[in-house]
């Protein structure tokens, strides 16, 4: 049974409600600040990562791998410096969480980041930061330097033998530079290209060195495990999905915002307790569960859990477990013009299947939203997405294919009434 929180606008990790923010270390150390830090550099590192493995801390960056699991990756015979890499390049559409650590709550992060790059041995780490997040990379600046001054960063944090620096990089503003090779070939002044893999970043990542690539959600989930211990960080969420969860809802509802809650929270009181409901109580056609890439549902799926695996299971994925909905009336081909629109101006051109692909499905969809689509380009756009599928270095092609191909599946009908009848039968055009 999942417990709810009784103000699921705060909890673990949302620890500000609407209009605060924990911005002074003083405020911080007020609330248990470095508690956790103080804590693991008392352990030994493998005693730390093993720790985050018993928490089963799975990434909240869209992918779902194991923190622990990662981490154990890196080579032990390799003697070249380690680095830690947060991916704050929030460009899903959709998707605000990690926005709301760099704006209203960044030693939650900070603390976090500390406490991996111990494990790791790791003596540098970078915050790469969405290059029009401005205001939020000043208030990281301002929060890592009161950590200096406070002796929690730098040659000896909390007067441990431990060094570590930690510095902002602004994005290069491509939604592709949040594919974790994109980005460290970013933060080496290179354009923000995907690499082939292997090697993996583990073994061969910034500057050739061994490199762990965590979300901001996920280091504050470190954070959290470590206050509080793995069993009761497990104890949070689900068996297989430590911990709670911070849920985006978006689009037609009365209330969206963020909220938290454990792993396993179902759509339906996501969308109706959390968030009150759809607009003028209308039903809803559709449901992207986790940020624009992610296939779309329908209402059927309201009783689905929000885990990894059930929202697998049902035909989608978790993703960053933010949540657009839209209700009867909205235009589903319109809808899908959007998102191809934006996944065609995203790709960078490395790879011919989404370089081309890409415009393709663009210009297919917006076809059938404006009257000039022809029959059996329903298919057409089945067969390119498909094409584009898993034929591409970094899943940028994949998150322009998926939308379409459940778009069109799901919503079949309604593409075919566009092409039959020669305009948009929503008026959306």
Same mark, same amino acid.
């Given at each position: ?106 030693? *939650? !992060? %900070? /603390?976090? &980041? ?11 780490? @970078?915050?790469? =930061?969405? +290059? ?15 950590m200096r001054r406070a002796g929690a960063l730098g040659r000896s944090v909390l007067g441990s033998t ?19 090779? *994109? !980005? %460290? /070939?970013? &933060? ?11 090697? @993996?970043?583990? =073994?061969? +990542? ?51 915002? %963020? ?14 307790? @959390? ?46 477990a933010a949540t657009t909905v839209f209700t009867e009336g909205t235009c589903p081909v319109a809808v ?94």
């Open positions: 049974m999942i417990a709810i929180p009784a103000n699921p606008g705060r909890g673990h990790l949302l620890r500000c409600g609407p209009g605060e923010s924990i911005l002074d270390i003083s405020k911080h150390q007020a609330i248990g600040g470095f508690l956790a830090l103080r804590k693991a550099l008392s352990m030994q590192p493998a005693a730390l990562i093993d720790e985050v493995k018993k928490a089963s801390i799975r990434g909240r960056g869209g992918a779902g791998f194991p923190a622990g699991t990662k981490w154990s990756f890196l080579p032990k015979d390799n003697l070249k410096p380690r680095y830690l890499v947060i991916n704050a390049d929030e460009g899903e559409p959709g998707t605000f969480k990690d926005r709301y650590f760099l704006a209203q709550d960044p030693f *939650a !992060l %900070l /603390e976090g &980041i500390a406490i991996s790059a111990f494990a790791i041995g790791a003596h540098t780490a @970078f915050i790469y =930061v969405r +290059g029009e997040f401005v205001s939020e990379m000043r208030v990281l600046e301002e929060a890592i330097e009161q431990f060094a570590l620096e930690i510095y902002v990089h602004p994005g290069a503003g491509a939604y592709v530079c949040g594919e974790e090779s *994109a !980005l %460290l /070939e970013s &933060i080496e002044g290179k354009p923000g290209r995907p690499r082939n893999r292997p090697p @993996f970043p583990a =073994v061969a +990542g910034l500057w050739g060195c061994p490199t762990i690539i965590n979300n901001v959600e996920t280091m504050a989930c470190v954070r959290l495990a470590l206050q509080h211990g793995a069993e009761a960080f497990l104890a949070m969420g689900l068996p297989r999905d430590g911990g709670p969860k911070i849920y985006g809802l978006s689009g037609h509802v009365k209330r969206p915002g %963020l909220f938290e809650a454990p792993l396993g929270l179902t759509l339906r009181t996501l969308i109706y307790d @959390f968030g009150g409901g759809t607009l003028d109580d209308r039903p809803i056609k559709g449901i992207i569960p986790g940020g624009s890439s992610t296939p779309v549902l329908g209402p059927e799926a309201l009783d689905t859990p929000m885990d990894f695996d059930s929202m697998k299971a049902a035909g989608s994925m978790l993703g960053t899908l013009v959007r998102i191809a629109r934006f996944y065609a101006h995203e790709s960078c051109g490395q790879c011919t299947p989404c370089r081309e692909g890409t415009g393709w499905l663009e210009r297919l969809v917006e076809s059938i939203e404006h009257g000039t689509g022809r029959p059996g380009d329903a298919d057409l756009l089945l067969s390119a997405a498909n094409q584009i599928l898993g034929n591409t270095i970094c899943a940028l092609g994949d998150a322009a294919a998926l939308p379409v191909i459940s778009f069109v599946n799901r919503f079949r009908d309604d593409f075919e009434a566009h092409i039959t009848g020669q305009r948009c039968p929503y008026g959306a055009a």
